[in-house]
């Protein structure tokens, strides 16, 4: 919200790019603040849709780093 996105609109663009469930509900600890859960680590997902769609600074998303290493597929 700070960024002007619609967590309504981010949840709904999720569900469909990851095919997983989305929620939006209040941020814990914050007033008038919503947030978006995803099902499962979506990680790769929302950075692509944070720093390539949305063009935000990477200097302001955290938890990158925590995105599953592509492995070799048995």
Do not use: F, M
Request: hydrophobic share 30%; glycine share 8%; charged share 20%.
């Amino acid at each position: 919200e700070a960024y002007g996105l619609d967590p309504y609109s981010v949840a709904a663009i999720l569900q469909q790019r990851c095919q997983a469930s989305t929620t939006v509900t209040s941020a814990p600890g914050a007033k008038d603040s919503l947030q978006v859960q995803i099902q499962g680590n979506q990680v790769h997902h929302l950075g692509w849709l944070l720093l390539e769609e949305y063009q935000l600074p990477r200097k302001h998303i955290q938890g990158l780093e925590k995105a599953p290493k592509p492995g070799k597929k048995k």
